[in-house]
Structures are given as C-alpha cells and as structure tokens.
C-alpha cells in the first residue's frame, strides 16, 4: 500500500537552500532547490573557479547540494558513491520552484532534463536571458514547466497546488502539497509587510486554515535577530502575533518618501548597484527616472534582461570591460546593440545631472572615469549585499575614492522578510498540526503555539505522514 512520505533535505538551518519532499508510492514532488546563501562558506565566492564538466560532483562533495537519489543525471553524478541517478530510479518526480532568487533555485538545472521542473513563464524568460549571457544558473536542462498560480497540478495521487504570493515582475509561489494521507504547505519566502503581498498572503491563511493542513514549513529568517525577536515577546515569552511593524522598520508611505530622496537634490550624476534580475526594482527606477527628468541607463548584462522582459529598447552604456570589447560579439550583445539606444561618457559628461546611470559591482571601477562632482551611488540591493561580505568594504572605498557620495539604500529598509510577530500571526492563523521553522540561522526561536507541535528535522531524515504527525523512519 502506498504511504506518504516527507523529507527535507536541506535549508533547516540555513538562509535559503531549501530543498525538500513529499512522496507518495512512486511518486514525487521536490519542491525547491536552491543554493544556502553564505559568502563566507562559499568556495567560490572566494575566487575559486566553478570547474565546467564537473560543477555537480563539486557540489555534492562540497555539500552544497544534498545527495538526493532519482533526480541527477547518470552522466554527471559519475564516481560518486551511493548515489542513485534519475536513469536508474524508479521514482517518477516534479520539482517545484516558488521564485528566482538563487537560495530557491541555484541547482535546478542539476535536475535530469527528463523531469519537469516547474518556474513561473516570467521567471524562465529571466532566466533565458539570464543565460544568454552567461549568468543563468549551470544547466543540464533546455526548457521548464510553466504553471499558473491557483490551478492544481495532479501528479499521481499528489496535488500540487502554487498559490501567489507576490505579484510584481515574476511573482512569488507559495506551495500547498495533498496527498491521501495529508498536506505539507511552504510559505516560500514570506514578506508580509510588503503591500503586494498582503492581501494574497491574508487569503492563503484562510484557505491553509479551512483546509486544516497538517505540516507548515515556514520562513522564519529574521527571527537571526535576537533583539527583534525579543521586541515581540509577551510577558510569558510567547510571541505576540501582529502585523504591526518592529520600531526600526519602516512603512511603506515612509519608503515612498525615502524613494524620492533617491534622486531629490541630486545634483549631478546618480549610479546605482541593484539585483538586476529584480524587474520590479528596473520598473520602480524607470518611473523615478522620469518623475526627475532622466535617463535610466544600463549596462549591457541587465539591460539585456530588461529588453527581453519588458520588451523594449533600454538606454545602455558601454563599460571599459574585456567583457564587452572581446571579439567576435556574443549573439545577444549584437542583438541588444541593435535595438537599445547607446550613451556615452562623452555625452554623460557633458550633462551628468540628465542620467541614472546602473554601475554594478564588477564594473565600479568605471566610476573613475565619470563625472563625481555633485555625484551619488545608490546600492539598492545589488551584490555584495551586506558588509558580512568581503567585497563591501571593495565596494565602499571604491566609490568613496571616485567621489561618489555612497547612499546604501539596503539599511534603509526592513531586512527583507516578515518580522517575527508577522510569521506568529501567519503560523496561528493557519493553525498547522506540526510546525517546520525553516529558512533562518535560529529556526528553534519559533516556538510552536499551544496545541501545535513544532518539528526541526534531521537534513534528510524521513518521515511519514499519516493522522496529522510525522514519524521518523528508522533507517
Ligand atoms: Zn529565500
């Protein structure tokens, strides 16, 4: 008889690089595959080269992708030990991805091309230009699934159904997974506080509750914070549950206004360093740019994404970079010059204040060469993204030497994911039976709720699901 079965493989205790499943017979839904996000255990980060046949050996071996049975190719699991390949398994498998932030999806190309693995259709065609041009993620694959939010998807006698999260540029997926035997939910990355995501996140609660799910695999990443969990605790020590925001965050009204400080008074040129797969952030620099009357330019790389996206002509400037100048032309640096319209240091020289000109971090030097006086950087999000990483005090010094005026809008904003008070008023809504805390450095600081039961397994320990509990099966 069929049972189900779940597993996390990873991402327990890790920002990201959550990988995890649930089973039931032969088959299998995996949902996510991402990559833990951590400069400081990153090999590569540290100038490591990525070798090209055997990137996923190397990862394997480096544990930065969990030994998982049935789902790598034959050909590039080779001479390691134990491990079972998509050929040679008798499971069949999907693999899910909620959205394109590499901690959700840096390894999904290590899955055998045979196996669907669904991203959303805005997603794969970020990640198509991502690829063009030598960022995309190594890749077995040619192609994704697409799917659409709010439509189940039937595998065996799996549902899975993505539900919408957020709803700017390529969308954010949570995932409710049924089986005959119960249901596992994950919230994906949970952001609460952010006013796109509200609304679908109040109706999610509802449905999880109504449908009283038995598992609730929840982010729980700023709860890191100690102080920011303390600044939510009752008398008792148990959590208040409230959307309200901690003293140090602000609104969204405050944002907006802050986001006008971005440009307002600035008298010269404005560079900025952002996440350039964030089509939501190249969509909110375009109306900034117009509202002050310039130019919003890129460099090649996103303005590639951003033509490929949103389907328009970008304005591009050209660095000083053997990546450009190399020669013959990739196909996609042609094909981009051919439908952009080119500026120049010339012409950002004669009218500096005209301009909000992308500078990234592999091309900051560039900022030597162009107009500082009465000049801004603005590090919106772009890598590296906290002073955690080497590279900041790189980043710093660089633009402080050119003469820019260094405006790190990151520190500005909440961290990023829903404050402590938000996940206790979005776990006691859904009223799971088990609660998985998961995505964060400290996911033992969120405590399960009177009446539910809180669980922080094993990486790769297996469980079934049955009656609403999960038992370890002993291996
Ligand atoms: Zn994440």
Redesign the pocket.
């Known amino acids: 008889m069929s049972r189900t079965e779940f597993t996390l493989h990873h991402g327990s205790d890790t920002?990201?690089g959550?990988i995890a499943e649930v089973r039931h017979g032969t088959h299998r839904v995996i949902f996510e595959m991402?990559a833990a996000?951590d400069p400081r255990t990153d090999p590569y980060s540290a100038g490591i080269q990525q070798r090209n046949a055997s990137w996923l050996k190397d990862a394997l071996r480096l544990g930065m992708v969990p030994p998982i049975d049935g789902i790598f190719p034959a050909a590039a699991i080779e001479g390691i030990d134990g491990l079972i390949s998509a050929e040679e398994s008798e499971l069949e498998t999907i693999v899910f991805i909620?959205?394109l932030?590499l901690?959700?999806m840096a390894f999904m190309g290590a899955v055998h091309p045979d196996i669907p693995v669904y991203l959303s259709q805005n997603a794969q065609t970020i990640e198509r230009a991502l690829e063009d041009t030598g960022d995309g993620v190594p890749t077995f694959r040619d192609h994704y699934t697409a799917f659409t939010p709010g439509e189940a998807i039937r595998f065996g006698e799996i549902e899975l159904l993505p539900l919408l999260s957020y709803d700017l540029a390529y969308g954010h997926s949570s995932c409710l997974i049924t089986t005959p035997d119960g249901s596992v939910h994950w919230t994906?990355?949970l952001v609460m506080h952010r006013p796109e995501e509200l609304p679908h996140r109040l109706k999610e609660i509802e449905l999880l509750r109504e449908r009283s799910i038995d598992v609730l695999i929840c982010?729980c990443?700023e709860f890191m914070h100690a102080d920011l969990v303390d600044e939510f605790r009752n008398e008792d020590g148990t959590l208040r549950a409230t959307l309200d925001l901690p003293a140090g965050w602000k609104s969204e009204a405050q944002m907006e206004r802050d986001r006008e400080n971005w440009l307002l008074g600035a008298t010269g040129l404005v560079a900025f360093n952002f996440y350039q797969r964030e089509m939501a952030m190249a969509e909110l620099l375009q109306e900034l740019a117009s509202r002050y009357g310039r130019t919003l330019v890129f460099e090649p790389d996103a303005a590639w994404i951003v033509h490929r996206y949103f389907d328009i002509a970008p304005t591009v400037y050209v660095p000083d970079s053997t990546r450009y100048a190399a020669e013959p032309k990739d196909p996609w640096f042609i094909e981009l010059m051919d439908n952009c319209t080119e500026v120049t240091r010339e012409e950002i020289e004669a009218a500096p204040s005209q301009y909000l000109l992308q500078v990234s971090y592999p091309n900051i030097l560039e900022l030597f060469d162009l107009p500082s006086a009465g000049g801004r950087f603005l590090q919106i999000f772009g890598i590296p993204i906290g002073d955690f990483d080497p590279a900041w005090s790189h980043l710093v010094r660089v633009v402080e030497q050119a003469g820019f005026e260094f405006v790190d809008i990151g520190h500005d904003m909440p961290a990023g994911?829903s404050s402590p008070g938000a996940v206790q008023y979005y776990v006691e809504g859904v009223a799971p039976n088990i609660l998985i805390p998961a995505?964060s450095f400290n996911p033992e600081r969120l405590e399960a709720p009177a009446g539910m039961t809180r669980l922080i397994p094993e990486h790769g320990q297996r469980f079934v699901l049955k009656d609403g509990q999960l038992t370890p099966i002993e291996s």
Request: aromatic share 6%.
């Open positions: 920002i990201g959550m991402g996000y909620t959205h932030h901690d959700h994906g990355d982010d990443c994911h995505h």
